[in-house]
């Protein structure tokens, strides 16, 4: 396992790299951090791949934009370029942000991705609908809305040494011991800048009056023409399975959409169950062949 950098203009973003094969890019989530992929990372090379996991946007001081986009579209674009690093053509992974991502960049740039794992998000393109048939995400949600606020979810977050993230992971993924993952997260979280920067990916999701925020808004109304794979743990408390009831449409995604719930996980399933979840990436990996 290797610690590299990928580089977008000034931004310098931390990542882990492993493997001899394709190239498979890994996105985290929040509280999360990419030193967490490194189990499923592993797997992956043990299977044929190259996978490259690297910090999101903003979870290092050297990838903090002094502009403070912590935007969708400028996610997009941090992605696009490490494709092209890794040679123009990559397997996608996300988990939760990461996977909000995905979608975007595989629905407006699908000649750059050969598959697309989504990991504890559904199809966002129907997801705003589903809402109003799955009444608990709204409550389930409640903490997106607290992120609004100025200041106060910065301290709730930091007291008694990053309780509150700490807490967000119980309530995710109940009746699981995170350990190092969650040790892991929270020190990446404590660096200078990270936490507010983790933030502004919430709070930027409500800047229509910026051009870019509309335009990513607009990439939601378009198909995935990408082979994706969805995957939910059943016991996930972040994000409802029940939503999959109501987001699954094989007519949005022509290259094909498949779709696992995983038993005895929650949100962060792939650390839950690292080899069921392994054994599903492989296997829709298998599906997408990348000539680089």
């Known amino acids: 396992m290797k610690q590299v950098e990928l580089v977008n ?136 809305q607290f992120f609004q606020l100025p200041v106060a979810p910065e301290a709730w977050l930091k007291r008694d040494d990053l309780g509150g993230v700490e807490r967000l992971w119980r309530r995710w993924s109940p009746d699981w011991e995170p350990g190092e993952y969650l040790e892991n997260a929270k020190r990446v979280l404590a660096e200078p800048g990270v936490l507010p920067a983790a933030l502004g990916w919430y709070r930027h999701l409500i800047r229509l009056w910026r051009k870019q925020q509309r335009e990513a808004q607009e990439w939601l109304s378009l198909d995935v023409t990408v082979p994706t794979q969805v995957l939910m743990g059943e016991r996930d408390g972040c994000m409802s399975p029940r939503l999959l009831d109501h987001t699954i449409n094989t007519d949005d995604f022509p290259a094909g959409l498949y779709v696992e719930r995983v038993e005895d996980a929650g949100h962060f399933l792939h650390l839950e169950r690292p080899d069921a979840v392994a054994d599903l990436l492989v296997r829709h990996l298998q599906r997408g062949e990348c000539l680089v």
């Not at 310098?12 to 499923?40: Q, S």
């Not at 979870?59 to 002094?66: I, N």
């Not at 990461?98 to 998000?121: E, H, M």
């Open 9 to 144: 203009g000034h931004l310098r973003f931390p990542a882990l790299l492993t493997g001899d094969g394709e190239p498979v890019i890994l996105l985290h989530g929040f509280p999360d951090c990419h030193e967490n992929w490194a189990g499923i990372l592993e797997r992956l090379a043990d299977a044929g791949y190259t996978g490259v996991a690297p910090a999101l946007r903003g979870y290092a001081p050297s990838c903090q934009p002094g502009s403070g986009d912590y935007s969708l579209h400028a996610a997009v674009d941090d992605l696009l370029v490490f494709a092209n690093q890794l040679g123009g053509r990559v397997h996608l992974i996300g988990h939760d942000w990461g996977a909000a991502v995905g979608y975007l960049a595989c629905a407006r740039y699908p000649d750059s991705f050969c598959t697309f794992n989504a990991l504890a998000i559904p199809p966002l393109k129907r997801l705003p609908k589903a809402l109003l048939k799955v009444p608990e995400q709204i409550k389930l949600s409640g903490y997106m």
